[in-house]
C-alpha cells in the first residue's frame, strides 16, 4: 500500500497551490491547493518566507496569484513559505534535451537572452515541480538575484533526473549498478540508479514487470526511459534527483530570510538571518521584504 502524499488533502503538513488572498496585516493567506481545497494558514514569529526566481525586487511582495509551497502544523501556522511567478503553461524541449550539452541547454532555455534563466524559463522548459521547483531553485540560485548564471544553471541539472539520466547509456548505467555481475539488480542496486530518493521500494515493485523480485536488463532500461522520455502518467512533472550518492545541493548557513510577525500593523524585512522591523506597515494585500 502507498502512503498517501503529504501535499494532497484537506490537512497535509505541506500545502502546494495558488494565493487567493492575503489579510491587511500580512499574517494570514488562504491558498487553493490542488484547485478546489481552500486551506487558511497563519504566520508566528519563527515563520519563515522566501520569494524565489524574482529578479524585480519590488515584485518580492505577497501578491495574489502567486504560486505557493508551504509547510505547516495541524492547525494551519506556516513554518515556511515559499512564493513564485506562476508557470502557466510548460513547453517541454522534447527529445534532442537528451544530446544537448549544458551551454546548448542553457541558450535554448534562456528564451529572452538575457544571459541567466529565470525560474519561469527553469519551470517551463527544465524541471517543473510546484512541490519541489521552488527549494531547488532557492537552493543553487547561490546569489539570490532571482536567476541562474551558467554555473549555477549546471548545479541545478545536475539534481534533474532526466538530465543525469541522459549523460550515459541504459547499459551502462546497469553494468554500473549490477554489482554481482548476475546480469539482474536487486532492490539495492537499483539504487544506484532510481532518481526517486526515499521512494526506491515502492518504483522497484512498479519496474519489476515480471514480479521475480530482481530487474532484468529490458526493465533497467524501460525505467531510465521513462525517466529521460516521460510517461503519459507522468507528464508535467519530473522526478528530481534525491538519492545518497551523486550530487546533493547545500544550502547558505546564512539563508536569507523573512521572519513574518503576528504583531497588528508590523512587518519584517529579510536580512542575513536577522529581522528587521519595517519603519511602515506596506499594502493590505502584500508584505515586503
Not at 23 to 45: C, K, M, P, Y
Not at 105 to 134: C, I, N, Q, T
Not at 140 to 169: I, Q, Y
Request: charged share 25%; aromatic share 8%; proline share 3%.
Amino acid at each position: 500500500m502507498l502512503a498517501q502524499s503529504n501535499s494532497k488533502g484537506a490537512n497535509s503538513s505541506v500545502i502546494v497551490g495558488i494565493l487567493q488572498e492575503v489579510n491587511a496585516t500580512e499574517t494570514e493567506f488562504n491558498v487553493l491547493q490542488s484547485g478546489d481545497i481552500l486551506r487558511t494558514l497563519h504566520t508566528d514569529s519563527k515563520s519563515k518566507a522566501y520569494f524565489v526566481g524574482f529578479a524585480d525586487k519590488a515584485a518580492r511582495k505577497a501578491t495574489v496569484g502567486y504560486a505557493v509551497k508551504a509547510s505547516c502544523d495541524k492547525d494551519g501556522r506556516i513554518k515556511t513559505i515559499s512564493f513564485t511567478p506562476p508557470i502557466s503553461q510548460t513547453k517541454p524541449l522534447g527529445q534532442e534535451r537528451l544530446s544537448m550539452t549544458p551551454a546548448e541547454l542553457f541558450s535554448r532555455v534562456d528564451a529572452d537572452k538575457d544571459d541567466r534563466v529565470s525560474y519561469g524559463e527553469f519551470s517551463r522548459s527544465v524541471y517543473h515541480s510546484p512541490k519541489h521547483g521552488p527549494d531547488h531553485f532557492r537552493k543553487v540560485d547561490s546569489d539570490r538575484d532571482g536567476g541562474l548564471d551558467s554555473k549555477e544553471f549546471l548545479n541545478a541539472l545536475e539534481a534533474v533526473s532526466w538530465w543525469t539520466l541522459s549523460r550515459k547509456s541504459a547499459e551502462t548505467w546497469f553494468q554500473e549498478a549490477d554489482a554481482d555481475r548476475d546480469n539482474k539488480l536487486t532492490i539495492k542496486e537499483f539504487a544506484h540508479i532510481c532518481t526517486s530518493g526515499n521512494h526506491v521500494n515502492n518504483v522497484f515493485k512498479r519496474a519489476d514487470r515480471d514480479k521475480s523480485g530482481t530487474l532484468s536488463p529490458r526493465e533497467s532500461s524501460a525505467y531510465i526511459r521513462s525517466i529521460t522520455h516521460g510517461k503519459p502518467q507522468e507528464q508535467g512533472e519530473e522526478k528530481m534527483r534525491t538519492r545518497k550518492k551523486g550530487h546533493k545541493f547545500q544550502t547558505r548557513a546564512s539563508e536569507i530570510y523573512v521572519t513574518l510577525s503576528l504583531s497588528r500593523g508590523s512587518a519584517y524585512q529579510a536580512g542575513e538571518g536577522t529581522a528587521v522591523p519595517l519603519g511602515s506597515r506596506p499594502s493590505s494585500n502584500s508584505f515586503s521584504i
